[in-house]
């Protein structure tokens, strides 16, 4: 028998229509060429998209939305399992174990959940934002999952699921978790805002500073021509004193596969402008035929509930065995289970 493939995790929330650059630069790209030697695993994450209080037909529109452009990027949903998050139970099962092994300072100390109080005030804070890291565990540890491909954001996120993996291992023996390792592209890492290059591109930043991968040719010519750039007049990279720069350079770097070095080469004596002009080229042509994939599988969303709802047994499948195995060490359920 073939030995099997390690497996992979990863999620995105479904908080936008469109996903944009950064998303697809950090993630989905290595997503897609991961599946060629891992035993690859995709979720349109809901649940944690519930810790920003979502209209509800607002959430139902975005799940559909996220999965076709996961798809459309070049998720294989034969290949690999592209599943949403709530249809599996499991994951808020082990999160309720992962809870009662997590310290409150520990979970306190993410600078995820400390940016996003600070922003929300006090009121509004939930008890569902401050347990995200934990539920992002659960994620991963439900899958026996080896490698998970994400941007630099997460960084601290996978070192809480690999302190907890390593915790369930310690307490309740070997055997009990797989302990994660982060996959972070260095190049891709961060993709920043258009409009401010000292923040990461979000979701939730202002419009200006986005490029949405479903935008259209129009908008995305616009976003990038008035994209800040730095004093000076020189195309060098410089992502200290050139940070405007250098994430332009970024993202048509990791759009053409041509080395940063040569594109500093190929516009020496140009100005910004036509670095712009090129790149606005560069990313239409690259989002294209991306809008026209995720239109049609919109078209047909019967179709698409059916690939999700497959995508779901088949996780469902890997959660049952794995939540049993890790609840059985907690002392819970029939007897016999602990010895699996
Ligand atoms: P929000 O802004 O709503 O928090 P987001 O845009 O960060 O959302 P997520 O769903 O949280 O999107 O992230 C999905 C994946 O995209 C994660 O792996 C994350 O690390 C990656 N990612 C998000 N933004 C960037 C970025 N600017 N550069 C590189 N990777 C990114
Ligand atoms: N928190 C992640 C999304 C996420 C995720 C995961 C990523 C939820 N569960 C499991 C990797 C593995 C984010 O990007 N905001």
Redesign the pocket.
Known sequence: MPTPKPRV?????PTADSLHLGNYLG?LKQWVALQDDYDCIY?V?DL?ALTVNPDPAVLRHRVRATAAQFLAAGVDAERSILFVQSQVPQHAQLTWLLNCLTGFGEAGRMTQFKDKSAKLGEKSITVGLFD?PI??AA??LLYDARL?P??E??RQ?LELSRTLAARLNSRYGEGAAVVPEALIVKQTAKIYDLQEPGAKMSKTGHPAGIIELMDDPKTIAKRIKSAVTDSGQEITWDPREKPGVANLLSIYSALTGRTVEQLVNDYQGKLYGHLKADLAEVVIEALAPFRERTALYLQDPGQLDRVLDQGAERAEAIARTVYQRVAARFGLGQAGAAAG
Not at 9 to 13: A, C, D, K, L, P
Request: glycine fraction near 10%.
């Open positions: 995790f990863s999620g995105i929330q993630a979720s994450v944690h995200y539920l992002m994620d991963i998970v994400v941007g954001d997460q996120h």
